[in-house]
T-cell receptor, first 114, second 114 residues
Framework: DAGITQSPRHKVTETGTPVTLRCHQTENHRYMYWYRQDPGHGLRLIHY???????DKGEVSDGYSVSRSKTEDFLLTLESATSSQTSVYFC?????????????FGPGTRLTVL | SQKIEQNSEALNIQEGKTATLTCNYT??????LQWYRQDPGRGPVFLLLIRENEKEKRKERLKVTFDTTLKQSLFHITASQPADSATYLC?????????????FGSGTQLTVLP
């Protein structure tokens, strides 16, 4: 498995509280991504990073922010969690090996917002 | 609007038969199409990548075709086994954005019956 870890793996929180999810890689890959996965919607891109301090929005970025201060860490923050943000969150990395964009995924974080 | 559709949410087949999964897309011009496997409670795992100028790609019991005229990819698993039971996701890369972003279909859950 690619060296990607996510923490926490499970979290239950209350509406209105801030939440930060962490993705850590040991592969030194340039690109990192945050997705959410919901039944019927598949994987949807929240934010991505193409380098340290370089980030951009994905398809469903509202209510989320990210930061990348080091190559190995990509943080996803929910400033004020809402029940609609209950989901499974996956981090992925990509190194553009040979021109392709194979993504390697972390194990996921199951977030429940009550 | 852009859309990716994978045939039926669930597909059941008998062990030993060939499973065929379909990925259709509209309003994309993908440079690459990828297939991933996802087991319950885990992140997706890359299986195969096919480029727009390739018609077919094989890997062991897996075969992927890519028809840019029909805007369709077919994913075949020959001599299927119960261990092949999983959700299979297709993903498109149209080379847009600062990072090479993938857009995922919602997946087809395959069950291989013994």
């Amino acid at each position: 498995d690619a060296g990607i870890t996510q923490s926490p793996r499970h979290k239950v929180t209350e509406t209105g509280t801030p939440v930060t999810l962490r993705c850590h890689q040991t592969e030194n890959h340039r690109y990192m991504y945050w997705y959410r996965q919901d039944p019927g919607h598949g994987l949807r891109l929240i934010h991505y990073s193409y380098g340290v301090k370089d980030t951009d929005k994905g398809e469903v970025s509202d209510g989320y922010s990210v930061s990348r201060s080091k190559t190995e860490d990509f943080l996803l923050t929910l400033e004020s969690a809402t029940s609609s943000q209950t989901s499974v969150y996956f981090c992925a990395i990509s190194g553009l090996a040979g021109g392709s964009d194979t993504q390697y995924f972390g194990p996921g974080t199951r977030l429940t917002v009550l | 609007s852009q859309k990716i559709e994978q045939n039926s949410e669930a597909l059941n087949i008998q062990e030993g038969k060939t499973a065929t999964l379909t990925c259709n897309y509209t309003n994309y011009s993908p440079a690459y199409l990828q297939w991933y496997r996802q087991d319950p409670g885990r992140g997706p795992v890359f299986l195969l990548l096919i480029r727009e100028n390739e018609k077919e790609k094989r890997k062991e019991r897996l075969k992927v075709t890519f028809d840019t005229t029909l805007k369709q990819s077919l994913f075949h698993i020959t001599a299927s086994q119960p261990a092949d039971s999983a959700t299979y996701l297709c993903a498109l890369d149209d080379l847009s954005g600062s990072a090479r972003q993938l857009t995922f279909g919602s997946g087809t859950q395959l069950t291989v019956l013994p």
